[in-house]
């Protein structure tokens, strides 16, 4: 059918399908890039967002011949030329409200319809038109801010959109546009789905309907048979090689247990066969055509199952070491079932899956029995955290081509570089045979440190030598994708009257589920991210970690840490309380300060012994002070309502920057003819502002103008090797390559102008704007690199840089919370978040903020309302961003706030730390005390459902 309609100003006249989505239409017919798709067609993420005779709709909600007749709007709308951004977009990427960017246009135009309407919106007036799209990066208050920005420049008032640190330096923590900001906000093409080739192949994934079975049989022939089906890939004809899904350094801390497909199924959602084919129709037939029969298991569902004496076997194949087999290896093996499949541990980690044991480890410090009996007050309690998820507003995605002779993959990964060696070891292929292309990443969040869809698709390009595309469903993004890990853990804290801690342990269970991706590092950072930040003589820990048959876990923003700081800040609170003293001066008796010595960091490692930590920047003392003042701590809040009473609380965090003795990060800049300046660096930047980070680095180094940097990052051809951007790297690590490799080229300037100038480099220096001064003249950055590519100079120059160390560069944090708890309906809101920072230099102040608001959305979402729910056979009753829960637009605290306390670190580019992680840390444990504060008790367990509160209360 034909349908005529305007789009974006331009009258159209175009050819559809009956009945074709209008959202794909868009995409793909009229190719528009911005309008997508995230969440199956229900319109809930909101990225979909058009504008139909100016009123915002769901492109996803209509069918293509609703357009007809219409004046349709896209974000492409706004831009005032090709290429450029309108001034509401400018001060969205300048406001930092742009981090990942994949719902950035969605949100532009929502802004913009909103301003149409309404010359000056308040805040309630911007909720209400943002409220149907999810943003999970910003924690939405940075989008405040951009309106602020917008009204303030059109009225040509003066506003800084962040404030700014450092005075001494140009570009480092001074607030300034991301350099891919155009782009994101502009919804030009940058992700995935924007390089998907017309001829490419869709691949989909058959997936168990059981928590735990074996196939017993698994027929594809009526399915190979049918129109436009080029593979169908299952456990029969897949590689025979065992890995991790786990993104970390080789030899990864996680057992290699799975291979592309098993024979047994392990979870609801589980892979059973993957279909290769021309069209999604035709890949969906061919899946309701494969006949698959089970042998169905008791599924194991939790921690108390798993370790049940005689409970089922989650894995109950054969063992192998690579180093460090156990002496009665043998006598383990004897009654493996060869069915499961086996596991090879690359050294060992405290495994016996006999027991349902993926890893365990323990260790301490001093003697806890006797710091004990030391102890006047001595308080145990046992707090649980459930399964939480990641909800990027992009779902997992690949697309894989052949180049020759090699695979290309283009990915939305943290790890570009572990992807290109898990795909080229599944594929039997040597490194330099697989090129992986990090596109922008629409949200990770940790679950994208998985390789979940790569090794697939890359399999089967390489055996039909077509291109492939896969972009997982909505469902599939909570049945097969990483989460958080669900943990028990008991603290036992000893303490004098003064509140000196003499003894501090914690003992942790948890529940890796079907396979051990992460599983000793994560539960392990629940300890290594929370009981430094106490000095005590006298600390044990214990961490077990279990399998089950339960949905997926890996990482997630946090990493372990948000579960620990929970059930340690939360018993320091308890602590204080039987002490009869305040939680505040309890902290300050016994909290890390500049100048401590943790050697407890020592045997906190991943895997391997750690490194004791001396602390050169910690700027916790000031946060703690700032925070109480600006939540007025001490002063009790009152409620006008009698049925509503308000609390307060608050928690000191930490995380790390980056994992010293493992991580290595590596970049080059180099100096083109004409004086600018390419960073080629390995890192991925999630949508954290990476790319800028190193930008900066290489601007401030070589004095020469931000917009005089470009960045190429995240391809395994055009850049050297970077860990990844997981555990806090980032700026660590990938700027700190960054700014070694540009210290390097300014070396090499100036060893080049002395030689032109006939002059001692020790008389020269390189000043702003790029220029070589000093010399008997003056040079300019292009003079120079032109001589150096002349008939005589010594060729192009650049610089390299290789970022390690066995130096800790600990962020620190103090949250404070104020909540308001309905006594009859147990409702909590929160209506202060004050989360006070010490990331060293921030070195992108607004966006540094995005991710401190983002980070602390995500922890209040864990605390009140996410969790993954599972009935008895392990399926998930909740697995839709509708029924899932997670924080939205109106769930924000009327009163929130992000802030940084500055400090120095020695280690860290230009003083910097991490930022990104440590946010995720403070609002469980803040709003238990603010809840126990308001009404008198202690909830132990995520999420504080009203149903909990009331039980605690005696009234339910």
Not at 270 to 296: C, F, G, K, N, S
Not at 563 to 577: N, R, V
Not at 840 to 849: F, Q, W, Y
Request: net charge negative; proline share 6%.
């Amino acid at each position: 059918m034909r349908i005529q309609f305007t789009l974006n100003g331009i009258a159209r006249t175009v050819t559809v399908e009956p009945g074709m989505n209008a959202q794909k239409f868009l995409q793909t017919v009229m190719h528009i890039p911005s309008v997508r798709s995230g969440d199956d067609g229900t319109g809930y993420i909101g990225n979909d967002v058009i504008l139909v005779d100016q009123t915002p709709m769901s492109a996803q909600r209509l069918i293509a011949a609703q357009l007809h007749g219409r004046d349709i709007r896209t974000v492409e709308s706004l831009s005032p030329e090709p290429g450029k951004l309108s001034d509401l977009q400018r001060a969205l990427v300048d406001s930092g409200a742009v981090q990942d960017g994949y719902n950035s246009p969605a949100a532009a135009l929502l802004l913009h319809d909103l301003l149409n309407r309404v010359a000056e919106p308040d805040r309630a007036q911007v909720q209400d038109a943002l409220s149907g799209l999810f943003v999970r990066d910003c924690g939405y208050e940075p989008f405040f801010t951009a309106i602020e920005l917008y009204l303030a420049r059109r009225q040509g008032r003066d506003m800084e959109p962040a404030p700014s640190f450092r005075p001494e330096y140009r570009e480092v923590g001074k607030p300034r546009a991301r350099v891919d900001g155009q782009g994101l906000a502009g919804g030009m093409k940058a992700f995935v789905e924007d390089r998907v080739a017309p001829e490419a192949l869709v691949l989909h994934m058959l997936r168990s309907p059981h928590a735990h079975a074996y196939i017993t049989e698994i027929d594809t022939s009526e399915a190979e048979t049918m129109p436009g089906v080029h593979l169908i890939v299952t456990h029969e004809n897949c590689p025979e090689t065992n890995y991790t899904q786990a993104g970390q350094g080789f030899p990864e801390p996680s057992p290699h247990d799975r291979r592309m497909f098993n024979r047994k199924v392990r979870h609801v959602g589980d892979r059973v066969a993957a279909v290769v084919a021309e069209t999604h129709e035709a890949a969906q037939a061919a899946m309701d055509r494969i006949r698959v029969e089970y042998e169905v298991l008791e599924p194991v569902l939790n921690i108390e199952q798993a370790e049940r004496e005689g409970a089922p076997l989650v894995h109950g194949g054969p063992q192998e070491y690579v180093v460090g087999a156990p002496d009665d290896l043998d006598e383990m093996n004897r009654d493996s079932d060869p069915r499961d499949g086996k596991i090879t541990y690359q050294f060992p980690i405290g495994a016996n899956p006999r027991k349902n044991i993926a890893a365990s480890i323990s260790g301490g410090l001093g003697d806890t029995e006797a710091g004990f009996e030391q102890a006047d007050v001595v308080l145990e309690q046992t707090y649980k955290t459930g399964q939480i998820y990641c909800t990027p507003p992009e779902t997992h995605v690949v697309y894989t081509h052949m180049d020759n002779n090699r695979v290309v993959v283009h990915a939305s990964t943290q790890v570009p570089w572990h992807v290109r060696r898990l795909v080229a070891t599944v594929l039997g292929l040597p490194q330099n045979r697989v090129r992986v292309v990090k596109e922008r990443v629409g949200g990770g969040y940790g679950s994208k440190q998985d390789i979940l869809l790569e090794d697939v698709c890359a399999w089967a390009t390489y055996r039909t030598n077509r291109p492939v595309y896969s972009h997982y469903t909505r469902t599939e993004e909570f049945t097969a994708c990483s989460s958080r890990h669900p943990m028990t853990i008991r603290v036992k804290l000893g303490a004098k009257k003064d509140g000196t801690l003499t003894a501090v342990e914690m003992h942790s269970k948890a529940d890796t589920g079907p396979y051990g991706n992460h599983c000793l590092t994560v539960p392990m950072n629940a300890c290594s991210k929370s009981l430094p930040l106490f000095l005590c003589d006298n600390v044990s820990f214990s961490v077990t970690i279990f399998y089950s048959n339960i949905l997926p876990t890996g990482a997630y923003q946090g990493y372990g840490a948000p579960q620990g700081s929970f059930a340690l800040q939360t018993a320091i609170a308890e602590l204080a309380h039987e002490l009869g003293m305040s939680h505040m001066d309890v902290v300050e008796k016994n909290r890390v300060r500049q100048g401590s010595r943790l050697e407890l960091m020592r045997i906190l490692g991943e895997g391997r012994e750690g490194v004791a930590a001396d602390i050169e920047s910690c700027g916790l003392g000031d946060a703690l002070k700032r925070g109480a003042q600006s939540m007025e701590l001490d002063t009790p809040a009152t409620s006008n309502d009698p049925d509503v009473c308000i609390g307060k609380g608050f928690a000191i965090i930490q995380q790390g920057s980056g994992l010293p003795g493992l991580d290595q990060a590596n970049g080059r800049v180099c100096l083109c003819s004409d004086g600018s300046v390419l960073v080629q660096q390995g890192g991925a930047d999630l949508g954290t502002g990476l790319d800028t980070v190193m930008a900066k680095m290489a601007a401030e180094t070589m004095q020469v103008p931000l917009d005089k940097v470009a960045v190429v990052s995240g391809d395994t051809d055009a850049t050297p090797f970077d860990t990844g951007a997981y555990a806090s790297s980032g700026t660590f690590f990938s700027g700190g390559a960054a700014m070694l490799a540009a210290r390097d080229l300014h070396k090499k300037v100036l060893k080049r102008a002395a030689h032109i100038l006939e002059t001692s480099v020790d008389d020269l220096r390189l000043d702003y704007p790029g220029v070589v001064t000093g010399g008997p003249r003056e040079l300019t950055l292009a003079q120079i690199a032109h001589d150096a590519e002349s008939g005589e100079g010594l060729g192009p120059i650049w610089g390299r840089g290789s970022f390690t160390t066995e130096h800790h560069a600990i962020p620190y944090g103090a949250h404070f919370a104020q909540v308001a708890v309905n006594k009859r309906t147990g409702e909590v809101r929160v209506q202060k978040y004050h989360a006070l920072h010490d990331c060293g230099t921030p070195i992108n102040p607004e966006l540094a903020a995005g991710q401190i608001y983002g980070g602390a959305l995500k922890s209040m979402g864990h605390a009140l309302w996410e969790e993954m729910v599972l009935d008895e056979t392990g399926t998930p009753e909740n697995p839709t961003m509708e029924e899932y829960c997670a924080p939205g637009m109106l769930d924000i605290p009327e009163d929130f706030r992000a802030d940084f306390v500055v400090t120095d670190d020695p280690h860290g580019p230009f003083g910097a730390k991490s930022i990104s992680e440590i946010a995720t840390n403070g609002a469980a444990p803040a709003i238990a005390e603010a809840i126990h504060d308001a009404v008198g008790v202690w909830i132990r367990d995520w999420p504080f459902t009203p149903e909990k509160i009331l039980r605690a209360m005696g009234t339910l």
